[in-house]
């Protein structure tokens, strides 16, 4: 059973940074593609970021362009997602997804339904 596990979240201030990881366990699979996707109390789950795991080509939401990276380690078989300038507004549950279809409609998955596996999320607050 593949458990995708994500840490590193938590309460900082408008302008600070956070690092969040998502480690995979639970056995081999073949991933296309792993994500972060984030879900603010009210709203819909919405994209943030994705890497095609064999190609290493990376997708970002355009309110998170220039703020956030995506970036793997193979050997630890985890992904982060490095925020920066962090805003009160990036406030919300952020997910990590691993994806292992393919034939979507851009370079990287970005829609939910493209998503097979999904961590239990990680609140990050920004505080202004």
């Known amino acids: 059973q593949v458990q995708l596990v994500e840490s590193g979240g938590g309460l900082v201030q408008a302008g600070g940074s956070l690092r969040l990881s998502c480690a995979a366990s639970g056995g081999t699979f073949r991933r296309n593609a792993m994500g972060w996707f984030r879900q603010a109390p009210g709203k819909e789950r919405e994209f943030v970021a994705a890497m095609h795991w064999s190609v290493g080509n990376t997708l970002y939401a355009d309110s998170v362009k220039g703020r956030f990276t995506i970036s793997r380690d193979n050997a630890k078989n985890t992904v982060y997602l490095q925020m920066n300038s962090l805003k009160p507004e990036d406030t919300a549950v952020y997910f990590c997804?691993?994806?292992?279809?393919?034939?979507?409609?851009?370079?990287?998955?970005?829609?939910?339904?493209?998503?097979?596996?999904w961590g239990q999320g990680t609140q990050v607050t920004v505080s202004s």
């Open positions: 997804a691993a994806a292992v279809g393919t034939g979507w409609s851009t370079p990287t998955p970005i829609e939910t339904y493209e998503y097979d596996y």
